[in-house]
């Protein structure tokens, strides 16, 4: 079946303690982003990969960190996270780009105390 | 910078006719997007509409692209209770990014 996976799905820690947020798809896209939806602003990008080692910031990409090594897996990294990032956060795979279908995993859902 | 503006909320009768609305400020948009978020769940395809195009048509949904005014509607026709949820609207650019609006909640009364 063909499908976007984040892991965790729900994440509760502290200010200041680095985590990542894992996200594979199985569709072998080339195109991954990350958007946070926080309430009245919408989906918000934070960072988008167009393909393998091949990264760029999207709107709000303060406080994050990605990588691309295998063209599976795009991990989000909050290195030190504030109560700011508190969110539910998306990731996105599509074939090419923004002009082909995205695919959306589950969500997560991080509070930072 | 690229900006895309929808309404917050629509509230429907069971069988009645949807109109979400949409405006969108980048006139070198390439696709013009529909998604669907349900409760718990993340957003899907509904479907998309090219920027040389006027109208799409797919079942129940009904998509209408006036590029002079930079607006696009999604109509759900016979609007079910299942249809309750959010919707978002979203346009491709030439940037490598797809921006969103901040999505339209639909309460379907039954």
């Known amino acids: 079946e063909a499908q976007v996976t984040q892991n965790p799905r729900y994440l509760i820690t502290v200010t200041g303690k680095k985590l990542t947020v894992t996200c594979s798809q199985n569709?072998?896209?080339?195109?991954m982003s990350w958007y946070r939806q926080d309430p009245g602003l919408g989906l918000r990008q934070i960072y988008y990969s167009m393909n393998v080692e091949v990264t760029d910031k999207g709107d709000v990409p303060e406080g994050y960190k990605v990588s691309r090594k295998e063209k599976r897996n795009f991990p989000l990294i909050l290195e030190s996270p504030s109560p700011n990032q508190t969110s539910l956060y998306f990731c996105a795979s599509s074939l090419r780009g923004p002009n082909t279908e995205a695919f959306f995993g589950q969500g997560t859902r991080l509070t930072v105390v | 910078g690229e900006d895309v503006e929808q309404s917050l909320f629509l509230s429907v009768r069971e069988g009645d006719s949807s109109v979400i609305n949409c405006t969108y400020t980048d006139s070198s948009s390439t696709y013009l997007y529909w998604y669907k978020q349900e409760p718990g769940a993340g957003l899907q395809l509904l479907t998309y509409?090219?920027?040389?195009?006027d109208m799409k048509q797919d079942q129940r949904l009904t998509v209408l692209l006036n590029k002079k005014d930079k607006h696009l509607s999604l109509r759900i026709a016979d609007t079910q209770t299942g249809d309750s949820a959010i919707y978002f609207c979203a346009e491709a650019t030439g940037s490598y990014q797809l921006t969103f609006g901040k999505g339209t909640k639909l309460s379907v009364i039954p």
């Open positions: 569709m072998n896209h080339e195109y």
């Open positions: 509409i090219f920027s040389n195009m």
